[in-house]
């Protein structure tokens, strides 16, 4: 069941460090490698809560991972450009990836309160493409309409 994170904490690269940890023991099941491209600095990268994120894109490799055949591959590039904060999930699935559940769903949601967009194609190679990007600014904008 999905349950919300209460923390508030802002988005920071050790997030993303935890869910390459999470993902480490379904990879391994499945015998399939993990493509990891961030290029995001270090420490604080946005004031965003962080929680949510890293939930989504948890959910995001998770569904990558079942699309994909044993022993193939995954991939997770993050990167902060233009004011938002750019992830891109890929999978070498046979058919796209972003069919129902509750952890796309809850994606989808975390995107729209973030105020961010997601996009979903097919891969240049087959699979599945599947493209987040969150605005950086989004509570510097808050503060400054009160």
Same mark, same amino acid.
Request: net charge neutral; aromatic share 4%.
């Given at each position: /069941?999905?349950?919300?994170?209460?923390?508030?904490? /802002?988005? +920071?690269? +050790?997030?993303?460090?935890?869910?390459?940890?999470?993902?480490?023991?379904?990879?391994?099941?499945?015998?399939?490698?993990?493509?990891?491209?961030?290029?995001?600095?270090?420490?604080?990268?946005?004031?965003?809560?962080?929680?949510?994120?890293?939930?989504?894109?948890?959910?995001?490799?998770?569904?990558?991972?079942? +699309? /994909?055949?044993?022993?193939?591959? =995954? +991939?997770?590039?993050?990167?902060?450009?233009?004011?938002?904060?750019? !992830?891109?999930?890929?999978?070498?699935?046979?058919?796209?990836?972003?069919?129902?559940?509750?952890?796309?769903?809850?994606?989808?949601? /975390?995107?729209?309160?973030?105020?961010?967009? =997601?996009?979903?194609?097919?891969?240049?190679?087959?699979?599945?493409?599947?493209?987040?990007?969150?605005?950086?600014?989004?509570?510097?904008?808050? !503060?400054?309409?009160?």
């Amino acid at each position: /069941t999905y349950r919300p994170e209460r923390s508030t904490r /802002t988005f +920071a690269v +050790a997030d993303l460090e935890d869910v390459r940890l999470l993902m480490t023991p379904e990879l391994r099941r499945k015998r399939q490698r993990l493509e990891w491209s961030v290029d995001l600095g270090s420490g604080e990268v946005a004031r965003v809560n962080g929680a949510p994120i890293r939930q989504a894109l948890l959910n995001l490799l998770l569904n990558a991972s079942a +699309a /994909t055949p044993e022993g193939g591959g =995954i +991939a997770l590039s993050a990167a902060s450009r233009g004011g938002e904060l750019r !992830f891109e999930v890929r999978d070498e699935g046979p058919v796209v990836s972003a069919g129902g559940g509750l952890g796309l769903w809850m994606v989808r949601r /975390t995107v729209d309160e973030c105020g961010g967009r =997601i996009a979903v194609a097919d891969g240049p190679n087959g699979g599945t493409v599947i493209a987040m990007s969150i605005p950086i600014a989004q509570e510097e904008r808050r !503060f400054d309409a009160a």
